[in-house]
């Protein structure tokens, strides 16, 4: 028997008496049918740039906001991101920080394995799961660790890090074509939908089959803008098209709340540079030559 890793699926928490957050499509139907998607990758408690991607999506004729966890993370006010989500009845994948704060874990689960990056990532964890009520704790325990979901003739798969394991990161990289479309295949799906790099981007894979990566809404990515992104996704004519948008929002606000939480200043500069300036090590080459640090 193979021992389970961080990140991997507990067998157990799938059979949990805990009913799973299933709302809006989900409630009715197991693999529910949409015309547009809008994917919200890592908020990471960016409670300001959710609220404005939340009405641009809207705005944009998305008939299913999705969010693909990690609602908690380097941002101020966690329990804010859980407000906003459940009011607005979005869906929720569980991600690597969802379920540690969940299960009231030691770590965030986050795959990290350099001392530096695991120190910025232990001070963020403990904030937020010091600052997360018992409440959201619970509702989080809910999360499914997957979603399908139909995008007129497309099955797609929405996960966090990957279907093997909620904490892998698929860099594009160092990610090979032939790896992806392995597990969209093993998968039973056309495109596979995930996040937990924090970084946006996408690869076809053959012929109606596709990976996006979200990226992140809760913090730039490493581009020297302090905007964030989303995905919007719908199939036209039996192929996936798909974009990624900008989002604007009050940085300065969300930067004086870090500030007033006590939040290292590192973060704050990020929020406010565009620039990365912790959780660095794990990036590969390439991706990190793009940033300045």
């Known amino acids: 028997m ?158 966090h890090g990957s279907p093997r394991r909620m904490n892998e990161f698929l860099w594009e990289t160092t990610t090979p074509t032939h790896f992806l479309d392995g597990l969209v295949r093993e998968a039973g799906a056309d495109v596979l939908l995930g996040t937990h790099t924090g970084i946006h981007w996408s690869r076809p894979l053959g012929p109606g089959r596709w990976y996006v990566n979200a990226g992140a809404l809760g913090r730039p990515p490493n581009d020297g803008n302090p905007e964030v992104w989303y995905a919007m996704l719908e199939e036209v004519d039996g192929e996936l098209a798909h974009e990624f948008v900008p989002v604007s929002y009050a940085v300065e606000e969300l930067a004086n709340e870090m500030a007033d939480e006590g939040l290292p200043e590192e973060f704050i500069e990020t929020i406010r540079t565009g620039w990365w300036t912790t959780c660095l090590e794990v990036l590969p080459g390439k991706e990190r030559g793009r940033g300045r640090h």
């Open 2 to 159: 193979i021992a389970a890793r961080e990140g991997d699926r507990a067998p157990s928490e799938t059979t949990s008496a805990t009913p799973l957050w299933r709302p809006g499509p989900f409630a009715t139907s197991e693999v529910p049918e949409v015309k547009k998607v809008a994917a919200f990758g890592g908020i990471y408690s960016n409670h300001r740039a959710l609220e404005v991607a939340i009405a641009d999506a809207t705005g944009r004729g998305a008939d299913l906001l999705l969010c693909l966890g990690d609602l908690g993370a380097f941002g101020p006010h966690p329990d804010r991101t859980a407000e906003i989500l459940r009011q607005a009845e979005i869906p929720v994948v569980r991600g690597n920080y969802d379920d540690s704060i969940a299960r009231g874990l030691d770590d965030c689960q986050c795959g990290y394995t350099d001392p530096k990056d695991n120190h910025y990532a232990r001070i963020s964890y403990e904030y937020t799961l010091a600052n997360t009520s018992p409440e959201h704790r619970a509702w989080m325990g809910s999360f499914p660790h997957e979603l399908r979901f139909r995008l007129g003739s497309l099955e797609v798969l929405a996960v």
